[in-house]
């Protein structure tokens, strides 16, 4: 600017004489052209449900060399670069970059695209909805008690942000006692203030709850439980077919516990808990050791680890309007193990896969010999033994076919090649022995 300004007044000194001084067109310099950035997707960027990878396009004219520069929100430093493509267009050059924005880079961003001299800049947006916090308040079961049948009206309110979230469904779910878990009862929608209300029929003794699932804008909630009693007659109950099994059994080996649960009236009682106890031989005291949820016959099973003697039975405790009981006594004597069969060292020798290399789809060969240690000396020994191959460039063995080794312990076998790659045997042990694996054999297959 400073050369045109001495150039003007030059021209007015000396007159028009001076003109032909002035640079012609062709050598004239010329300011670089840089177009507005354009951004795909188009801003705002949403990046609710992910990152999402957004690719900045822009072109300029009369320079070969362009930058464009990111600076994320409330950074007052010089932007970060981002990596360009360059195509060629005629007189225009088109460059492309693209950058990953996620939950992080939420905020107004600034861009500066920059070619020689020249520069343009701008801003665009990246969002992030969050979803609602809800919650499920005043929710209760009424009246507390009721007789067996009678409806029992439940109620609360959804909120959402703390304001009243209507049209929204809303699942009534009911755990019967002696359960662990809740079942879906009744759904109904939410009243534009977010209350809700139903009327449900109470046949059993158990706690209530409201459910709201979220949707793609709102998140899940779950109320707090009300407990509503159910009056019934008090009848009794048994427990029958008690049994703990095996007996004899060895210390350390599983017992099951199965029998059922029977109520007047009824042959079988589901959802009911019932627990196994233990005396110890010579003890007075029965302990606690298990327990199971009685099934749809009212059958029931259980298991322990049995380690001493003792009688085993099962106690139900009752519910109301169901007086408890106690099953017999299974006596179950527990014995020391015998100790385990002493097993003999193997080996695998002498593997050899060929020929080497092979044509495509014929045979490979593949030998060796499984011994076993006999008191120190090794002697060929009748087993199964399970092929292996490993693909060239690949780290998984594949297992391919099983063979026998004769009563000296060789072993012969053939299978066809397909692929490079490496062999061997592997024998996993039986009753006598323990397992061994051979070395490999490197094959090559041509073509």
Known sequence: MLQRIRVA???????AGALVLAPTAATAAVDPVVTRVGINPGPPIDVTNGAVTATFRFATKGTDKAELQLKPPGDISVGKPVDLTPTKDGDWT?????????????????????????SRG?????????????????????????????????????LADGKGYGGQAVVITFRERGTDAYRHV???????DGS???AVRADETGWWRAEFTGTSVAKGSVSDTDRVDVRRGDVDSRIVGFDARPEPVDKGDRLTFGGALQVEGRDGVPGERVSIYFRAAGSHRWEYVTSD???SHGRFWAS?????????????????????SVSGADWVQVDQPAPAPEKADSRLIKFNAYPEPVKRGKYVKVTGKLQIDDEGTWEGYRGKVALYFKRAGSHKWQYVKTTWSNSSGSLYTKVKAYNSG??????AGDDDAYGDTSGSDYVRVKR
Not at 132 to 144: E, N, R, W, Y
């Open 186 to 192: 009744t759904k109904v929608t939410s009243r534009a």
């Open 422 to 427: 490496r062999w061997r045997f592997v024998f």
């Open 304 to 324: 322990a680890t049995a380690q001493t003697s003792g009688w085993w039975r099962a106690e139900y405790a009752g519910a109301r309007g169901v007086r408890g």
């Open 122 to 158: 701008g801003t665009f947006e990246v969002v992030f909805k969050k979803a609602l916090d809800t919650k499920i308040v005043d929710f209760g079961a009424s009246p507390d008690v009721v007789d067996k049948g009678d409806l029992v009206k439940v109620s609360g309110r959804l």
């Open 293 to 295: 949820v009685t099934g």
């Open 196 to 198: 809700f209300s139903a």
């Open 94 to 118: 088109r460059w492309t970059g693209t950058r990953s924005f996620d939950s992080a880079n939420a905020g107004t961003w600034s861009w500066l695209a920059i070619a020689g001299g020249t």
């Open 9 to 15: 007044a030059l021209a007015v000194t000396l007159g």
